[in-house]
């Protein structure tokens, strides 16, 4: 998140929004983060995943994950409730967005 914010008060500086950067100030007292390289999953680790979680209740985000690349709250988050059948008891999930 500082480095979002940083970014931000940098080109704020840039197009002479603000006179300085705020972040700057707290850049030494902030954890260095140490970027690591990504590690995706083979095919064949993939279909040993699908394959161990087949009969479990998390099967379902697992295909979803591993087909868009998404985060595990991203999955967590998706709702299909506005793909059921409109007299499916569990239509209206009542809050958020609905796919």
Not at 15 to 29: S, T, V
Request: charged residues 25%; hydrophobic residues 40%; contains cysteine.
């Amino acid at each position: 998140m500082d480095r979002i914010l940083s970014a931000a008060l940098t080109r704020a500086v840039e197009q002479q929004l603000i006179g300085r950067n705020p972040c700057d100030a707290f850049e030494k007292w902030l954890p260095k983060v140490e970027r690591r390289e990504m590690a995706a999953l083979t095919p064949e680790q993939s279909a040993h995943l699908l394959h161990a979680v087949r009969h479990s209740r998390i099967y379902w985000p697992v295909p979803v994950g591993l087909a868009t690349g998404a985060r595990r709250g991203e999955v967590l988050a998706i709702r299909l409730c506005g793909s059921l059948p409109q007299d499916h008891p569990h239509r209206d999930c009542g809050r958020g967005p609905v796919l």
